[in-house]
């Protein structure tokens, strides 16, 4: 395991690319304006990075379109691109070391998490949609004799992949690995926070054997580089993880422009049921913390409303408070730190404002509640803990995307279920219960894209992720995902 000036060594000597990579090139924008990428964890500017605008996003459009006709990767073998993938997903793991500390230094996340569980996700991601490739048939339809139908899947073209900042690599992972091994060609557009990792991937891509214009990375801000790709007429598919907001968006750029398909996974506030019946309260209670302290919070599918039966009430307040504790702050390079900085210190304001105005509205401080300096820097924040949350007040309401849990009390499985559905967000839930009749019940009755029993936020590529209502409608990972990338033609073949 290394140490923090392990890491702070190796941040002296970093390379942070400061242009966008289109048609296997580096490209500056030619308005010449720029952005800056802050380190959260010590305030200093890391790199100015170009902005591209409409005109830059032009040039990625047609690079990309250009490559997709051409056929080097559209047309190409289904075992061609099975191992450029799977030389990718190397070349990451060998470059483990680099990514992390980009993402880590970019939105202050531990490095440890970084290392151990992004960079390696994201490679796993890149060689499992490797693998299925040659694995996905056709269809052949039952028609008449004397006819054939045959149902198959090509690429849609060019894809515009627009990821947030929380884990930059991992979902753009999600985005590219089923839309590259379909054979698209694709725009990567990553958070103007944490561009670095999406600047490396493509340098990475290229020298896999990804053909030049394939993978393109616009960098710059969502008003201007994100929206141009939304009102682009050129391209297929928007594909889009973030707010609510910029998702309805991306609905508008595409009436306005081309009825571009529109992919949304957008904002969450899960609920995490706690029964009586739940034999083990203590892990319940550690995962309950795990649900909203991993990533400074900073998670979609974060477990950030907390329902808790009314008859093990305070013996778990006070098992979760204990648990809490563990989830103290510290710098993204200590080796023991399990939960970073914020992304930034406007960020930071934010989310303690939602603190402020939740005891205002008459919620009750447990524990946390302020931000903490670490090195001089202040963008940290201690895990938060709000009882008597009802479900007027925006601390239920609203993503804070932050270590803040709302907690509310239930008496019945019929009131647990209604407190848990009545939400305009309906991207996850969790469960604990060891009553499996009950578990079955609720799981069905929950409105959720994931409903983890026993557990919390239970992800893997196997199975798809994404929810309901304004949480979106999009599915990342699983096989399913390639149902965004792919669109389907029927050829009739009427014999003589």
Known sequence: MFDKPYWENKLKDQRFINHAVINGKPYTARSGKVFEVVNPASNAVLAQVTACQAEDVDVAVQAARNVFSSGVWSAASAQQRKTVLQRLSQLILQHREELALLESVSMGKPVQDALNIDVPGAAN?????????????????????????????????????????????????????PALAAGNSVILKPSEHSPFTALRLAELASEAGIPDGVLNVVTGLGTE????????????????????????????YSAQSNLKQVWLECGGK??????????????????????????????????????????????????????????????????????????????????????ARA?????????????????????????TLLGAVTPAMSVWQEEIFGPVLAISMFTDEDQAIELANQHIYALAASVWSDD?????????????????????????????FGGNKQSGFGRDLSLHAFDKFTQLKTTWFQFR
């Open 125 to 177: 991601v890149f060689a499992w949609y490797a693998e299925s490739i040659d694995k996905l048939y056709d269809e052949v339809a039952p028609t008449p004799p004397g006819s054939l139908a045959t149902i198959t899947r090509e690429p849609v073209g060019v894809v515009a992949a627009i990821v947030p900042w929380n884990f930059p690599l991992d979902i753009a992972s999600w985005k590219l690995g």
């Open 225 to 252: 580089t994100g929206s141009a790709l939304g009102l682009h007429h050129d391209v297929d598919v928007i594909t889009f993880t973030g707010s609510t907001t910029v998702g309805k968006a991306f609905m508008h």
């Open 270 to 355: 899960s609920a995490n049921i706690i029964f009586a019946d739940c034999q083990d309260l203590a892990l319940a209670a550690e995962k309950a913390a795990f649900g909203i302290c991993f990533n400074q919070g900073e998670v979609c599918s974060a477990n950030s409303r907390l329902l808790v039966e009314k008859a093990v009430y305070s013996q778990f307040i006070a098992m979760l408070t204990e648990k809490v504790a563990a989830w103290a702050p510290g710098h993204p390079f200590d080796s023991q730190t399990r939960m970073g900085a914020m992304v930034s210190s406007a960020h930071k304001n934010k989310v303690l404002d939602y603190i």
């Open 359 to 383: 005891q205002e509205q008459g919620a009750t401080l447990l524990t946390g509640g302020k931000s903490q300096q670490i090195d001089g820097v202040d963008n940290y924040l201690q895990p």
């Open 436 to 464: 499996l009749n009950r578990a079955h019940r609720v799981a069905a009755r929950l409105n959720a894209g994931t409903v983890s029993v026993n557990t919390v936020d239970a992800l893997d590529v196997s199975v798809p």
